[in-house]
């Protein structure tokens, strides 16, 4: 079975308890769907959505399907052709810009058998998290990514990330030694993904993803603003962590 395209407008926030206290929260969309079958959209709309594989992994294979499984198949998992949910945001007027994108893998089966997070930073690096949830969603990874320039890489990730439904309810804390200094959620509910619900999102969120980038960039100012150290940036030469 394919995954019926949809569209979640949502609530995206990112809450700083130490050494700081902020708080940013920004409104957005995001779009579900299988990298195998992308929505076919009527041609005037299709700048306002292209899922395009240079935009994932590597960015060097030919579909985001065939990144994925490479990526995959680095770590010995192998799906045997089964069903992909990928949660992104699509390139907009020809921008893209993907804090993170989540693929829910099944096997042929249709059995979970994990979840990829593909995390991009604002230095244009690309790093994926090999997931393996409990029930709940519920799962762990250790930090191995350089994301915010107020942190180091260190500590680990506590995530909730449950298979969107009629809700989209997404947590991730960092969780370093002496507490749980920074947490980010994300809440939306489900669109069908018809031609008229993307252009009311669009009209209502235009450059949908650089107005995402632009937002956590002045969350950054604001901070060194107030006096937040930055941290030595790793020097990251790998757009992925492939094998």
């Known amino acids: 079975m394919t995954v019926t395209p949809a569209l979640y407008p949502c609530t995206v926030t990112h809450a700083r308890t130490a050494p700081l206290r902020h708080v940013l929260r920004h409104r957005t969309y995001l ?19 292209r899922f395009e594989a240079r935009d994932h992994f590597t960015g060097d ?7 994925l499984d490479a990526f995959l198949a680095g770590h010995g998992v192998h799906l045997g052709g089964g069903r992909i949910t990928m949660l992104t ?6 921008h893209v810009f ?7 893998c099944h096997g042929p089966d249709g059995r979970p058998v994990c979840v990829v997070a593909e995390v991009h930073n604002t230095y244009g690096g690309r790093h994926c998290y090999l997931l393996r949830p409990d029930e709940a969603g519920a799962a762990r990874a250790g930090k191995e ?9 260190d500590g680990h990730y506590r995530m909730r990330v449950p298979p969107p439904g009629d809700r989209l309810d997404l947590t991730v804390h960092l969780e370093r030694e002496g507490g749980r200094p920074f947490t ?3 809440r939306g509910t489900r669109r069908e993904a018809t031609g008229s619900a993307l252009l009311r999102l669009a009209l209502r969120h235009p450059w949908s993803t650089l107005a995402v980038s632009a937002a956590i960039r002045l969350h950054g100012i604001r901070l060194y603003l107030r006096g937040l150290p930055v941290q030595p940036r790793p ?7 492939v094998t």
């Open 184 to 186: 980010a959620t994300v």
């Open 235 to 241: 020097d990251q030469r790998t757009p992925e962590n």
């Open 61 to 67: 294979r030919p579909t985001i399907r065939a990144g």
């Open 145 to 153: 990514f350089h994301v915010s320039p107020f942190f180091p890489v």
């Open 98 to 104: 993907n804090p993170l994108t989540l693929y829910w």
């Open 31 to 49: 779009w579900c769907v299988d990298p195998d079958h992308p929505p076919r959209l009527p041609r005037l709309l299709r700048p306002l959505a």
């Open 89 to 94: 945001h699509a390139r907009v007027l020809g």
